[in-house]
């Protein structure tokens, strides 16, 4: 995965692609993956992917990179929120390319994956 310029080494993507009730808003989950890895400076890096499909029909895709120790005032969190299509879903794997994820408090940073279902 890259991110910015740096390569992030994610590990196995556990991926789940079949319909799941969404709590909350209402709708499904039609595809949900996670991956983990760690990034140069030695911090852990979580990926989450989702794709929903709300009551109405609308669906949307949803990219969350967490960056640092979870428990930790320094981590911190990108994301991204698109139609259908921001992320490609195949049989076992999940890619996006050149996505813009962001803090909301810095810029936006680049974002480009092409992972394999493990």
């Known amino acids: 995965m890259s991110l910015g310029d740096e390569e992030v080494a994610i590990g196995s993507l556990l991926c789940y692609f079949e319909e799941q009730p969404r709590a ?37 895709d949803q990219i969350i990179v967490d960056i640092g120790d979870p428990t930790s005032d320094d981590a911190f969190s990108l994301s991204a929120l698109g139609s259908e299509g921001l992320i490609q879903f195949g049989d076992a794997s999940a890619a996006a390319s050149d996505v813009e994820v962001s803090d909301f408090a810095s810029g936006p940073v680049t974002l480009s994956f092409d992972l394999t279902c493990g």
């Open 24 to 60: 909350g808003p209402g709708g499904v989950f039609t595809h949900t993956a996670q991956g983990r890895g760690a990034n140069a400076d030695g911090q852990p890096v979580v990926l989450d992917l989702s794709r929903t499909r709300d009551e109405d029909g609308t669906v949307e």
